[in-house]
């Protein structure tokens, strides 16, 4: 059984000013924080508890340690964010030997990871991807292109020697050499799996809305006095009797309303 790692040390420009408020892997999707999401998703493959799951921090790290308690082992990177194959590194004392389930933290996947680790060799990196008719960012040997979906696993063998350094990725340290090799265990799901990367305003609103089943998320605490169509409310916000809300996430407090259109 591998142990399972959350990438959670992102900083989330592309969703401010949402993620000066709170960290993205704190965002909720569902009303549920993407991080839960990850770990909800892991936990099957790999059990329960720190000695099973493992989040690696920076920006916001305080809140993300808030957030986690004493339910996974927290790594707090110190300095400068290392990176995924960094992130991984600063983990190699805790992982002692054990292969890594890893998925990032703000990929929405609610269709989980069931599968993922079956046949799989031990040996070759594996990759979860979904078929893609734009960008790949690889190509199966049936030359279907694909592209990468935030989850992986990776042998003890492969990742023993990684260096805490900052910042490197995967891609760079590991899974380049293994392409050139032909040696990448690309698993393809099903065209119509929803994997989605919360990156984006528009995104983060489509992750919301499929997990809604189409309808706005209000959070607990949220005043709602306005109209609020196709859009996200966080918990603790407010939205004014005068206020029209489509498509739009809606954060902050009554005294401090922050509205990112999508």
Known sequence: MPAGI??????????????ELRP???????NVAL????????????????????????????AIVQHCGNRVTVAVEEGESRGTAGGVANLLPWLDGRDALVTNADQYLPDGLGGFTEGWDGERCRLLCLPTTGKNDFTTDAGVGVRYVGACLLPWDLIKDLKAEPPTGLYEVLWRQQLAEDRLDLFVLPKDT???????????????LHAS???SVI???????????????????????????????????????VTVAA
């Open 35 to 62: 991080l839960d999401h990850a770990l909800n998703r892991l936990t099957p493959l790999t059990g329960a508890g720190p000695e099973h799951l493992a989040v690696n921090a920076f920006h916001h790290a305080e």
């Open 213 to 215: 089943g189409g309808e």
């Open 219 to 257: 959070g607990a605490g949220a005043q709602v006095y306005g109209r609020v169509t196709a859009s996200v409310v966080w918990d603790g916000a407010y939205v004014g009797p005068d206020e029209v809300l489509e498509r739009q996430i809606r954060a902050g407090s009554s005294e401090h309303r």
């Open 6 to 19: 959350v990438l959670a040390a992102g900083e989330g420009t592309r969703l401010r000013p949402l993620t």
């Open 24 to 30: 993205k892997p704190l965002c909720p999707v569902g």
């Open 194 to 208: 929803v994997a989605i990367d919360c990156g984006t305003p528009a995104d983060y609103l489509a992750a919301n």
